[in-house]
């Protein structure tokens, strides 16, 4: 069992900047791969970033080269910096890993980018 507990959610300007942290604890040694979703109202989640144990990463296009994803070799930490914010970026976000063969949840933390 692996649980995950997202933080640092809020309410941001367009264009500008947020850190999405989140915790995992438990059988942490056994995450295969860790990554944030993303859901936004009415449409379905979505994998906008992961990184492998071995730190390759991937990005949705729609995020990729504003958002950075990446952990502490630990794997006990996952964080999301998100730059250049955009209305479309609001969204409840959500850590997610791979471990064990099946795949683990936080409770989402929520996004809004307004002004």
């Known amino acids: 069992q692996v649980q995950l507990v997202e933080s640092g959610g809020g309410l941001v300007q367009p264009g500008g900047s947020l850190r999405l942290s989140c915790a995992a604890s438990?059988?942490?040694?056994?995450?295969?791969?860790m990554g944030w979703y993303r859901q936004a109202r009415g449409k379905q989640r979505e994998l906008i970033a992961s990184?492998?144990?071995?730190?390759?990463?991937n990005y949705r296009d729609s995020v990729a080269g504003r958002f950075i994803i990446s952990r502490d070799n630990a794997k006990t930490m996952e964080y999301l910096q998100m730059n250049s914010l955009k209305p479309e970026d609001t969204a409840l976000y959500y850590c997610?890993?791979?471990?064990?063969?099946?795949?683990?949840w936080g409770q989402g933390t929520q996004v809004t980018v307004s002004s």
């Open positions: 438990g059988s942490v040694r056994s995450i295969n791969v």
């Open positions: 997610w890993v791979w471990a064990m063969g099946q795949e683990y």
């Open positions: 990184i492998t144990n071995g730190g390759n990463t």
